[in-house]
């Protein structure tokens, strides 16, 4: 395909997702949700049998900073287009918080291979963090969402002599055994709050206070606007940087750790190193996107940060791709739309969402949009 | 503290323990025969519990005036029958084809079928959601020595689970199947060119591990005089500590693994400084500090890596 057909792509896709997730998101009755999904899915096997899916995919990945760029404009223009919507600005809100966070995971596991079951718990350092500090009145909010990731990076350390001593299973247990610890003392401590959580003020920047409605000008809209801008641009930069960091020598580095231990540090490559520098990275994004989440949810309790949450991250990372942001991308926000607009099976929906994450394992392990093979040669980039 | 208070935390400790090691020793014996941790195990133990109290249920209704001792057996056994076949079914169905994935991707999935089977018990058994209390299927007689109260169903408990730990050791080491299950744990495929029947010996291992978990169930509902369905993940979670901290495939490193956490746990709830409310988070926060010391557990599995 040439360039230009390439770009061509790019935008309508681009587009075809945009106008997808406005519809999607504005659907209310059953049975269009239902028609839709069901639409959809059918709509992708046959792109799929086709050939045409690889095609576009191809296109997107040879022209990926035009491709950021077009996904942070639609972006743009869907919180736009929702900009008094509380419900679905949340939701969004939520899809970006969701995905720093597990692109932090993506970094630990997807790229070094440093298994973590506690995500979820790292998120709720961080927003624990941000609320103690802000209720105490300590620090301004933008210092809090930055310790909050600092203090899950620091909580982390803790983990690390475990974590890099054992392997497998082994390291499965300590990070679901920490994330047992973690719910455990958040409900019996009573100074955080206990079972019933604390309430966590909002985020203000340049004392622009961000838990007020949004008035500029002639817009006026949900104080979830604001919110969730901040958060586009903060995730916009996490994923560049992460990006940046799988296709540099780190990357690689981390890459190495993850497929061969042995034969990485046959070639000098430090392996402990690696493993903290993912490790912490991981856990300081996961605190500052936790941190971020707390202020935006201005209520937090254990609840939100249980053991069942760390299996949503990993079963997101799973399920996008392990080791690819875009499929991150796109798996959080299946994962965090579907149950919520899958209501009207209210009671089924946990039922349901196991069984498709099981069936994806054993049917399609690679996730929906599995990571490719590094690039060696510059050719294939240009 | 005296020591007749000491006395009731010791018995107390050992009937957690004993639960716990009976646990623990599916974990063991399922990653013996397929090197995976399946992880859905607590919640199996949550399912024979439901299973025992809706036969209970079941046998109120039909025959209102039968005796209580083939009450309780009619439990057990249909308890034991109902979940080694589920764990059959599960390990034919799902969790052998997961032999050649990623150890992540075969724990998730495990995990994901325990929340099938905790939503399937919350959705479908009636008024799953709440708590159930559990019938006292054992005469509640009780005795006092010299000032400690020795509860005659805990010491029947203890006993059947004593028999039953005996029981497997007998198996896995005296029996020409045992000698399979072993030979299978070793070397799967070694073991198949010697003329052992794989399938078979995983599934009777499956049933075995589930049956004993059946039993731990109905022990903690005849325990604690409650069920309910979201017992299995600390149950699991318990077990699966139990297990690695003993060193994964090692039987009795799990029995000693499920006795070392109860023993944990108790210590939390009554020898330190601070509430009794912390004893899961000092018994976890120290199973973490033992993988520290000991990555591979206390009875570790023999490890070399090829290059």
Redesign the interface.
């Known amino acids: 395909m040439d360039r230009s057909r390439e770009i061509f792509v790019c935008l309508l896709s681009a587009m075809a997702l945009l106008v997808f997730s406005v519809v999607f998101l504005l659907a209310e009755d059953e049975t269009v949700i239902g028609s839709y999904m069901v639409g959809g899915a059918v709509l992708l096997w046959i792109m799929v049998r086709m050939g045409v899916y690889e095609k576009v995919i191809t296109a997107v990945s040879h022209h990926e900073r035009l491709w950021a760029s077009l996904v942070f404009i639609a972006a743009l223009i869907l919180l736009f287009f929702f900009r008094d919507n509380h419900y679905c600005l949340f939701l969004v809100g939520t899809i970006f918080c969701y995905t720093i966070a597990v692109l932090g995971l993506n970094v630990q596991?997807g790229y070094t291979g440093v298994?973590n079951f506690s995500a979820a718990s790292f998120f709720g350092v961080g927003g624990y963090t941000a609320g103690m500090l802000l209720n105490q009145g300590l620090v301004p909010p933008f210092a809090a969402f930055i310790l909050g990731g600092v203090m899950a990076g620091l909580v982390g350390c803790v983990?690390l002599?475990?974590v890099l001593?054992?392997?497998?299973?082994?390291s499965?247990?300590?990070t679901?055994?920490?994330a047992?610890?973690f719910n455990?003392?958040l409900?019996?401590n009573e100074s955080f709050g206990g079972p019933q959580g604390i309430a966590v003020p909002s985020f203000s920047l340049f004392g622009v206070d961000f838990g007020s409605d949004v008035e500029w000008g002639s817009i006026t809209g949900s104080f979830y606007l604001r919110y969730d801008l901040f958060i586009l641009v903060f995730l916009a930069i996490v994923f560049i940087m992460v990006r940046r960091v799988e296709r540099s020598w780190m990357g690689l580095a981390m890459d190495a750790v993850r497929l061969d231990e042995?034969?990485s540090a046959c070639f000098g490559i430090n392996i402990v190193r690696w493993k903290v520098t993912a490790f912490t990275m991981g856990n300081v994004l996961m605190g500052m996107a936790g941190a971020l989440y707390a202020m935006m949810l201005a209520y937090i309790s254990p609840a939100n940060f249980t053991?069942?949450d760390s299996?949503l991250f990993?079963?997101i990372l799973?399920l996008g791709g392990m080791g690819n942001c875009w499929g991150v991308l796109l798996a959080t926000s299946i994962m965090v739309v579907l149950p919520e607009k899958l209501q009207f099976i209210q009671?089924?929906r946990?039922?349901l969402y196991?069984?498709l994450?099981?069936l994806m394992?054993?049917y399609r392990?690679m996730g929906l949009l599995p990571r490719r093979t590094r690039v060696v040669t510059s050719e294939d980039v240009a | 503290m005296d020591g007749v208070l000491l006395a009731q935390f010791i018995m107390n400790g050992l009937m957690l323990g004993m639960m716990y090691a009976l646990v623990a020793v599916g974990f063991t014996l399922f990653f013996g025969v397929l090197d995976i941790i399946v992880f859905s195990h607590g919640d199996t133990v949550m399912v024979g519990a439901f299973a025992g109290l809706g036969t209970y249920v079941w046998l109120q209704s039909v025959y209102p005036d039968i005796d209580t001792v083939w009450v309780c057996l009619w439990v057990v056994l249909a308890s034991l029958l109902a979940v080694c076949l589920l764990g059959v079914v599960l390990a034919r169905g799902l969790i052998m084809r997961l032999r050649s994935s990623p150890p992540l991707n075969t724990l998730l999935a495990t995990m994901m079928l325990g929340t099938v089977l905790r939503e399937a018990i919350r959705l479908f058994y009636p008024d799953g959601s709440n708590p159930q209390p559990f019938p006292k299927l054992l005469p509640d007689t009780s005795w006092v020595l010299g000032g400690v109260t020795v509860r005659l169903d805990s010491v029947l408990l203890f006993v059947g689970g004593l028999l039953l730990i005996g029981g497997i050791h007998l198996l896995i080491n005296k029996t020409k199947l045992g000698m399979a299950v072993r030979a299978v744990a070793q070397d799967s495929e070694a073991a198949q060119l010697m003329g052992v029947n794989f399938s078979f010996i995983v599934l009777l291992t499956f049933a075995l591990g589930s049956g004993v978990a059946a039993f731990a169930g109905l022990m903690n509902g005849i325990y604690y005089n409650e069920i309910n369905f979201s017992m299995g993940v600390l149950l699991g979670a318990i077990g699966f500590s139990a297990a690695v901290i003993g060193g994964l495939g090692n039987i009795y490193g799990a029995i000693i693994g499920g006795f070392v956490f109860a023993f944990l746990q108790t210590i939390g709830a009554v020898a330190l400084p601070f509430s009794s409310a912390y004893k899961d988070v000092f018994a976890f926060a120290v199973v973490i500090v033992l993988m520290a010391i000991r990555p591979t557990g206390f009875l570790a599995e023999r490890s070399s890596q090829r290059v």
């Open positions: 596991l298994i983990l002599l475990p001593r054992t392997s497998g299973h082994y499965a247990l300590v679901m055994a920490f047992l610890l455990v003392f409900e019996v042995t034969a053991f069942s299996l990993l079963s799973l009671e089924y946990y039922l196991s069984l994450v099981l394992i054993v392990p």
